[in-house]
């Protein structure tokens, strides 16, 4: 689920320490001021309100990792964190490129289709990305313009899987 809000808690910097103030907007507009360990006293602005807008991450499929690698992964774990999370960021950029290997128009014609079967866009694109990603690891034979069709009728047998 997505958040409803976000506390926010504004940082101040003392002029003349330096020292690190972290106050609530409630304490800022109601107390105004703050008065520093060193002695200074700061006076705060009101403050109405922060606009912050969340940027949600794509989600990858947990099945995009292949057996392979996860044989792997048990192997190294217990000695080398840091190659660990740099063989996952690996194939989360290999999932991405993959994901990516259909082309825009390919892409949107899928979604089309799939939304024309009654699915919603979001669980279309979803699916199209699912589906190619499954179609490539059984027949590893991209798509174009020119056989879109194999790949269609491949979506039309496998959307409701
Ligand atoms: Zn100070």
């Known amino acids: 689920m997505k958040p409803l809000s976000v506390e926010v808690y504004p940082v101040y910097i003392c002029s003349s320490c330096?020292?690190?103030?972290?106050?609530?907007?409630?304490?800022?507009?109601?107390?105004?001021?703050?008065?520093?360990?060193?002695?200074?006293?700061?006076?705060?602005?009101?403050?109405?309100?922060?606009?912050?807008?969340?940027?949600?991450?794509?989600?990858?499929?947990?099945?995009?990792?292949?057996?392979?690698?996860?044989?792997?992964?048990?192997d190294d774990e217990s000695d080398d964190t840091y190659s660990l999370a740099a063989l996952k960021e690996k194939t989360t950029q290999e999932t991405q490129q993959k994901q990516t290997e259909l082309p825009a128009n390919e892409f949107e014609q899928s979604v089309s289709l799939l939304m024309r079967l009654g699915w919603k866009k979001r669980e279309s694109e979803h699916k199209t990305r699912v589906l190619y990603e499954q179609w490539y690891q059984e027949n590893e034979q991209l798509i174009g313009p020119e056989n879109f069709d194999e790949f269609a009728n491949y979506l039309f047998f496998n959307h409701s899987n």
């Open 18 to 74: 330096n020292s690190r103030h972290c106050e609530s907007m409630d304490y800022i507009n109601k107390v105004g001021k703050i008065l520093c360990g060193c002695g200074n006293v700061m006076k705060l602005d009101g403050i109405e309100t922060f606009k912050i807008t969340p940027i949600y991450k794509t989600p990858t499929p947990k099945k995009d990792s292949p057996p392979s690698q996860r044989a792997q992964h048990t």
